[in-house]
Each structure stands twice: as C-alpha cells, then as structure tokens.
C-alpha cells in the first residue's frame, strides 16, 4: 500500500520501485559461520543510495523492504527522443549486499547491476539474480531476489524494441550478424536476441592514430561502432587521418578499459571548447581503442532543470542548428534557413507546390525595424517576438535578446537568435516540428508520417539517434564496461541466444562434429589390441578433466587404471589418441609422474605402459617426450612430481624438449602486444625478437616435428606428457598429428582435432583466456598452437583445405564466449553447454573456407624450423596497425558495386554536419614525435596543433595557414600539410549548406 501511495505522488514522473526481498546462500563472513547482511540501493554513477535493514546472524537473510527510487535520481538516465513521448533509459540499478562489522571494515558478499534498459515499465517482476564480483579478488556465492516495477512519466513510453530492430537491421547490413548452421536452416546470430544498453552519439573514435566521429552501442553480445564522419572514397587515406573504423568488439574480448580526463582533446567549434572525457578499451586481439566523449553543454544543469527542459522541447518538437556567422552576414542568415527547409521538403517530396514552401500570412506577424525580410520573397513571414520563445503550456519561456521566427505553410518554425550585435557570438536556427513529423537526427530533418510509414520510419531513424554525452552517462557506462569484464565469464554471452531464441523449429546445437569412438575407427585401431573403456564413466572416476571415454591396452583393468591415475599429476593417466593405420605405431598422451626426491615408481604405470609396447608392432619401442626442459623437471622432483626413470621402462628412452610454460609464455604476448601497438617502427625486428615470441614458436614446431620424424621415419611409438599434460602436451600431439595425418589438414579433420585434443581431453580454456579470479593461469597457449598451424600454411599452402581466414575466424572467437566451444576447462564442465550453447563449428560450417590451391596428399609434412623461415602473423597481431589501417582506407575504393552502394546508404543515413563541425585535439602527451615526418620533439622541435584535424606536428609540417569559416576560423590559422591541401584548394568549395549536410537534391 505504501509503495503505491509513493507511486501516486509522483505527479507523472519517472519512478522505480525496488522491493529487496530476501537472498540465498551467501558467504559467511563471521567467526561463527554466519554474516550480518544488509544492502545498499543505488542507480550508478549517483550519490543518492538506499539502505536496508541488517539481518544478524544469517546466511538466507529476508527483508521484504521497498525502496523508492524518485524522478530527481534517474532523471539524469531519461533521454527524451523528440518523437511524441518515447525515451530511452540508460544507467544501471546496483544493488550491493554487505556484511556488517561492529570492529572492522564491513565485507563485500556481492553485488546485483541490472541494466535499466532491460525494465519494463508499469510491470512488476521478480526474479532471482545471481551475485556478482566487484573486484577480481571476490569469492561470492549465493542469489539475491529482487522485485521490480518502473513507472515512466505521463504520456512517455519506451523506444527499445524499435531501436533493437533498426540495429539489427543495419548490423545485416554491415555484415555484423553471423550465419550460424542449424541443421539444413541458416540463422543470423545474435539477431533479434540483441538488446541495446547505452548508446551515444557524436564520439571521438581513435584506433591507431586514425580516428572517426561515430556513434556506439553497449548490447549485451558486443560494443558496435558505426561511423558517422566518413564515406566510401577511392582517395587514399593520409596517416592519422579520418577513416571509416566501424567495427564490434565482443564483450569478452575485452581485456581492460581506462579512464581519463581530456583537457587538451576538446571540441573546437565556433571559437569555444567543450568538456572531454576519454575511455581506452584493450582488447585481447591486439585492437586498442580510443573513445573520446563531447560532453554536452547541458551536462552542467540540474536533473530537474534538465528534465524540464527536455520535456519543453519534446512537445515542439525542436531541432536546433549552430551556426556561425559575421554581422555582414546575418541578413543572410534567415534567407540560408528558409532555403534549408524548402530545399529539405522539395527533396522529400513533401510541402504545398511541389515541395516548395508557401506563404503564410498571420495577424500576429510585425516587421522587425531595421531588419530586412530576408524571407518573404521565399514565401516565408518574419516578425519579432522579443524576451520570449514559444508559449509552452500557456507560460512563456525566458530567453535573452531577440528572437525571430520564420513560419512556412508546412513544415518546421525556423527561429532565428539575433541577440547580440558581436559577431563573435553564434546564431541558432531553431526548427519546431508539428507532432506528426519525425525527426532524422542524421540529416536534421523530419518526415511527415502516415500511419502505413510511421512504424518502419521510426525504426530507422530512432536507432540512429542515440543520446549525447553527459558526465552521468559515460561514468555508468566506464562502470558497466567494468562489470562486464569481472563478470563475463561466468555469465556468458552464449547462452543467451539459445534462451530467447524465438522460431518455428529445433535449434541444432552443433555439437555432433565429433565422436571419439568412430574417430579412432577411421584411425584404424588395430582389434585385439586397444579397448574403449568406460570406467572414467559420467561419474569421472578416473580422472575429472579427462573424456568419459578413453583407449588403453587390452586387458587392462579398472582397478589397474585407478593405481595409474594415482601415480599421475591431476589423475592424467596415459591414454591412446592416435595411431598409424599402416604401422600401427602409437601416440598417448598424459601428465607427469609423482617420482619425487626418493625416486617412487608405480607397477602399475610400468605395467600400462609395457601393455602399451606390446600393442604395437613387433620390436615396439617407444620415446617419452617430455616437453619440458632437464632443469624444470628435476625442479618438480622437489614438490613430489619429476619425469619418468626410463630404467623402468624398458626399450623406452627419454626426450626433453625445453619448452617455456604458461607464464614465460604470458609474458611473451604481454610485450608483443606492446611491440606492436607501438607506433615507433624505429628497431622494429629488435623489439620483435625480445619478445621472444617466435623464438617459442620454434620450439614447440621442433618438438612437434621431432615427435612427427621419430614415429614416421624411424617406426617408433610415443608418450607426450609436460607438467599437468593439458597445455603443452596439447600443442605438440595436434601439430604431430596435423603432420602425419592429412585427414587433420581438412576443414572437418581439424574440427576433430581440436574436439579430441583440446576440449575433450581438458585445456583450460576458462582460465587460460583470462578468468578474472585467476589471474596468474592465463596464457594464450591455443592462439600460438594457431600461430603453429599458421607457419605450416605458409611453408605448405597446398597441403590444407582451408586457408588463413579459417585460421582467423577461430581466433576471432576464442575470446568472444558467443559460443560454448571454448567456454569451460574440460569436458566434465561442458556437458552442461551442450543443450544451451551453440558449437563454434555451426558458424563455421555455414562458411566457405575451402583454399583453391589445395592439393591433397597423404605424405607427411616436415616444417622448416629455423628462425628466418618463421615470421610474424600479422594479419592477426597487426590487424589494427596503423599500417594496416592505412590499407583499409586505400581499399575502399576498390570495393564491388553492391558492397559500395550498401556502404555509401549507410554513411549517408549516420551522415550528420556534427562530424564536419568538430575537432578533438590529441593531448599533448599521446605522442613524442610529428604525425606527419616521425621526428621526434624537442626544445627546439616544437609541437604544434593542426587547427583542422587536431593532430600534432612540428613546425615545418604546419607552417601553412588557411581560413576554416565551418570551425569559426574566419582568420587563417595553423594547419598541417595535408589539411592545407583540403581546404585551400579551388577544387573545394565549403559553403554553409554542404558544412552542415543539407543537399540539393534527394
């Protein structure tokens, strides 16, 4: 009752209603087992937060409170789109639950964000949500019950569904949707299961010293940016110029995001500056991106005023246009608005007279002394309405100075701010819309509407009108971004597609590419020798991380198998996973043995093994390949484990093949990451070999190629093993294998090598690919078994059925989590993403990439190893290289006819004269040398900002000067060489109506 009564007094204004119920299961913080719950409501970022009660003692705490979040905390959320009463939400709901200490600091159990986009007004719900971390270091547990019910205000309704729709749309359109093979039928992945967070316009977009003006989306698969500052050109594009960087990022792919104030990235535009904030997004794919946000100019208002304000413009229905000009030309002023207007209405076919603007004669009309009536030979009426705007509601609002407006028979008011006889002051043509007109923000025009056109139409302009920047916006969405990245793992994308999917038949998963039992078939098992045993079973008995199913010699007991995985580190006993159907000759694969100091042997293991030598050929003999190197084995000895005492073991030898593990590896791909994001090509190869990553790639070939020769050319069979046996063993048995077997060197056959040899068999791709509680377990181990099979490609093109694109496209998912293949640790943890998660292979069999050059043959490939025969996969790590860039912008004007068409509809619809009318300057500290000659600055190299582009050059790269009228630059000012050749040229004429993106044509 009193949740209602509050709902009532809110006179229509937005309200949401949180009813903290009770919390399951969460972690004991207490000496006596017990914690002392409470929580903390909030909408972030804000400083008006909400308590509740404190629940002693407890672990399944209840409180039943309501908390009632008012109009004044998320008004600063609320964007009013202009088109009757529809708004978008932005901001998140933070529900933080803690335990309370009368002596110490209170303790962290969780917390609860639940995007406000995802409420649905006047509609309560209740559910349980799961409690996340805050920090890396936070080991929560348990589940928080929530209910829910947001009230909008009156006469305000949500525009999310047609914002989903239209992004959807244009992302087909880019290309940005999947096809992912669901038995005979092609689906569009994510398609219509993608929902807009947070959305802004008109952010400073920087890759690579290129940049863009663009517009972004926060959804829950990925961050879209789609550029609105360039279009499809055949002209090269100049180093650190502008380019088209649309582009997505999976959620999961990023690593880490930062923060920053940009005092010297600022909006030029009209002789003032705006307030600056930047994020930095590192992604795992070697892809940093700037996002620098404008910060509007209303950001400094209260939420009331704003509000207010907003509600005001809405019901007019207000577009406004900046525009400045000098006192000789304000006469003009009024004469370029009404020719604006008719030229937009001619193009769209609309107005009296063929798209012409008729006269409108009205008793209130009064000729303004002194003023020409630049409009009436147009068919437009001019008078004076001084002090005042429009009357909204019977009141009038306040304004300074002048105002005239110009009203045409149909169509927009223009009014026009003749406040000030300075002429360094702007002048704002404001456009006022009837309500059956709706706005394309791209274009600053509207469309009258019909009711056959106003659902479509709305879709696809309200998608491309994504609020500006304030303060509060981007700091929830800094705060989101930080979650996602804490907490993604455990909540991943993947599952989301398969539960909201909505269709009129059976998703098949994908998951049927591989079975083990008809892959050791093909293989060619010989009978009597090998058997299939089940006693690892559902249950995994035997060993957690390894297949349900698992080959050993026949004749070997489950009893006997348990005393084998008891001698083995994480119970990796040795199992068979290849054989050589015309040799028989054998490789197992498993982890080390526990020798220790006093040097213990197990029967059992010797037993195994013997049974194993007996299997093969006559004469068997086998070598251990232990992918470690002497000094690292015998260090393990000290903790219990070591390698095998091959005494043991007769006609067995032991190979040490001293390849680095996880962390010297993780340190690798750390500086080569920073190598090349570095812009310095100064020592490029010097700095490249320090990382010592190719360097390691070498190893792991030599040990894969030696495994390869010793069981191909000289009969013999093998066991791999490392530490734990499922990082480096992995790497080696698939790169041998893809050696001598040709089936793997087929776009199936490597699908099974992967199932078999990484997923089945138990890497930890979870921790592996950056688990955040595990910081110290993430190596990128499969991404350089990739670079492996890359070199091969290189050396021998004509020997895979697939090209480098199949190569890429794998990597490219590693890190998105849109699909279960690469989610879990081991097949024990993935059984439960069969039947909620897509394959990666759905995707990749609704592509083609089959290699035209392959030949297929069934002899061995041996690799070249050394060094200069090894090179730098740069279509992977320098995708996002300036160079690469560069490429890119010359590319666009080699493009196919339908990709060009498709690609120019798109700049022109996110067109807008925002992108021509702003500059963001680089700091001063984001570069040490000239974007134009790479000379380095110094006392007497100075640095100096191109007034056009907003780049830093030295003094002999910019001592050229030209006027910018379109930035309010009507004097000459500093530019750089390139943008000299822009501006000053005769072939370029920049008058006021191209600046500002009106044409004169359709």
Request: glycine fraction near 6%.
């Amino acid at each position: 009752g009193g949740a209602r009564t509050a709902m009532a007094n809110t006179e229509g204004r937005e309200q949401l209603l949180v009813n903290v119920i009770r919390a399951s299961e969460v972690a004991a913080c207490d000496p006596n087992g017990k914690s002392d719950p409470y929580c903390i409501v909030c909408v972030v970022p804000g400083d008006q937060s909400r308590r509740t009660e404190i629940k002693p003692a407890t672990l399944n705490p209840e409180w039943n409170e309501t908390i009632v979040l008012p109009s004044k905390t998320l008004a600063p959320f609320v964007t009013l789109c202009g088109v009757g009463g529809e708004v978008q939400l932005s901001g998140c709901l933070v529900v933080d639950m803690w335990d309370h200490d009368t002596v110490n600091q209170d303790d962290f159990l969780g917390r609860v964000l639940i995007p406000l986009r995802g409420l649905v007004p006047c509609s309560r719900s209740e559910k349980w949500y799961p409690l996340t971390r805050h920090s890396a270091k936070d080991n929560v547990t348990g589940s928080l019950l929530l209910g829910l019910e947001l009230t909008l205000g009156r006469g305000k309704t949500l525009v999310h569904d047609k914002m989903d729709s239209a992004l959807c749309s244009v992302s087909t359109a880019r290309g940005y949707q999947l096809p992912v093979c669901s038995g005979k039928d092609i689906l569009d992945f994510p398609g219509q299961t993608e929902r807009i967070e947070m959305g802004f316009s008109h952010v400073f977009v920087e890759v690579s010293s290129y940049h863009c003006i663009a517009h972004i989306y926060l959804t829950n698969y990925r961050l879209i940016i789609l550029s609105t500052s360039t279009k499809p050109s055949a002209r090269s594009s100049g180093h650190g110029s502008a380019l088209d960087l649309s582009m997505w990022i999976a959620l999961n792919n990023i690593m880490s995001v930062e923060t920053a104030s940009e005092p010297k990235a600022i909006r030029r535009q009209h002789k003032s500056t705006a307030q600056a904030t930047s994020i930095t997004i590192n992604c795992y794919d070697f892809r940093t991106v700037k996002l620098v946000f404008i910060l509007s100019e209303t950001d400094a208002e209260s939420p009331s005023t704003a509000s207010s304000t907003s509600d005001q413009d809405r019901n007019l229905g207000q577009r406004i246009f900046r525009l400045s000009s000098p006192s000789s030309g304000r006469k003009n002023l009024l004469k370029y608005a009404s020719e604006k207007v008719q030229t937009t209405l001619h193009g769209l076919g609309v107005g009296g007279n063929g798209g012409s603007v008729p006269q409108r004669t009205s008793s209130d009309s009064v000729a303004r002394p002194g003023k020409e009536q630049s409009g009436a030979n147009l068919g437009l009426t001019s008078w004076d309405r001084r002090h005042t705007a429009p009357a909204m509601n019977g009141e009038a609002r306040p304004r300074s100075g002048a105002v005239s407006r110009v009203i045409p028979e149909e169509g927009p008011i223009i009014e026009v701010d003749e406040s000030s006889d300075n002429s360094d002051l702007e002048d704002y043509i404001e456009l006022h819309f009837p309500d059956n007109y709706l706005i394309d923000s791209a274009n600053d025009r509207r469309f009258p509407l019909n009711e056959d056109e106003s659902s479509e139409c709305g879709e696809a302009s309200v998608v491309l009108s994504p609020p500006v920047a304030t303060s509060s916006l981007v700091q929830s969405f800094y705060f989101r971004l930080e979650h996602i990245i804490l907490n993604i793992p455990d909540y991943p994308p993947a599952q989301i597609f398969t539960k909201e999917f909505k269709g009129d038949f059976e998703l098949f998963m994908g998951w049927d590419t591989y079975n083990f039992p008809k892959e050791m078939d093909r293989q060619g098992v010989p009978e009597g020798k090998w058997q299939l045993t089940v006693a690892n079973g559902p249950e995994y008995k035997l060993c957690s991380t390894y297949p349900q199913l698992l080959y050993v010699p026949r004749g070997t007991e489950n009893e006997q198998l348990m005393e084998v995985a008891k001698f083995r580190s994480k119970n990796r006993l040795p199992c068979l996973v290849w054989v050589d159907s015309k040799t028989h000759n054998f490789m197992m694969r498993c982890a080390q043995p526990f020798i220790g100091t006093a040097g213990k042997h197990s029967s059992a293991d010797e037993h195994l093994i013997q049974s194993a030598l007996n299997s093969g050929p006559v004469d068997s003999h086998m070598t251990i390949f232990d992918a470690r190197s002497f000094t690292a084995a015998t260090g393990n000895r000290i903790m219990g484990k070591g390698t095998e005492d091959v005494s043991h073991y007769p006609n067995t030898k032991l190979i040490h093949l001293d390849i680095p593990n996880i962390h010297a590896v993780r340190e690798s791909y750390d500086s080569l990451r920073t190598v090349c994001l570095s812009t310095i090509s100064a020592k490029w190869y010097s700095a490249l070999e320090s990382t010592q990553w190719i360097n390691y790639l070498s190893l792991i070939l030599k040990g894969g190629a030696m495994i390869a020769r010793y069981m191909k050319q000289r009969g013999g069979s093998a066991l791999v093993h490392c530490s734990d046996g499922w990082d480096r063993t992995a790497q080696l048995t698939s790169l041998s294998q893809l050696m001598m077997d040709p089936y793997y060197r087929t776009v199936e056959g490597f699908k099974v090598l992967v199932d078999k040899e990484w997923l089945s068999f138990g890497h930890k791709f979870q921790h592996r690919l950056g688990y955040p509680s595990h910081p110290q377990e993430r190596s990128p181990i499969f991404l350089q078994f990739l670079d492996c099979v890359q070199q091969l490609l290189w050396q021998f093109p004509r020997a895979f059925e697939f090209g480098q694109d199949y190569l890429l496209c794998i990597a490219d998912h590693l890190n998105t989590a849109w699909f279960g293949t690469f989610l879990c640790n081991c097949d024990k943890e993935r059984q439960q993403l069969y039947a909620t998660t897509l394959s990666l292979w759905a995707y990749i069999s609704a592509q083609n990439f089959s290699n035209p050059h392959y030949s297929p043959t069934s002899e061995p490939i041996f690799p070249t190893i050394n060094l200069r025969r090894l090179r730098l996969w740069e279509e992977y790590f320098l995708r996002y290289d300036g160079t690469a860039l560069a490429q890119r912008g010359r590319m666009q004007g080699h493009t196919t006819e339908s990709e060009l068409e498709i690609t120019a509809h798109l700049a022109e619809s996110l067109q807008d004269s925002w992108a021509t009318t702003t500059v963001v300057w680089m700091s001063d500290n984001r570069t040490n040398e000239c974007c134009a000659c790479q000379q380095k600055f110094s006392y007497f190299r100075r640095r100096h900002h191109c007034r056009a582009c907003g780049r830093i050059f030295c003094h002999e790269c910019s001592k050229n000067k030209v006027a910018l009228d379109h930035l309010g630059y009507f004097s000459p000012e500093r530019v750089c060489d390139e943008c000299h050749g822009k501006f000053s040229g005769p072939q370029k004429s920049y008058d006021m109506e191209t600046l500002t993106g009106s044409h004169s044509n359709s």
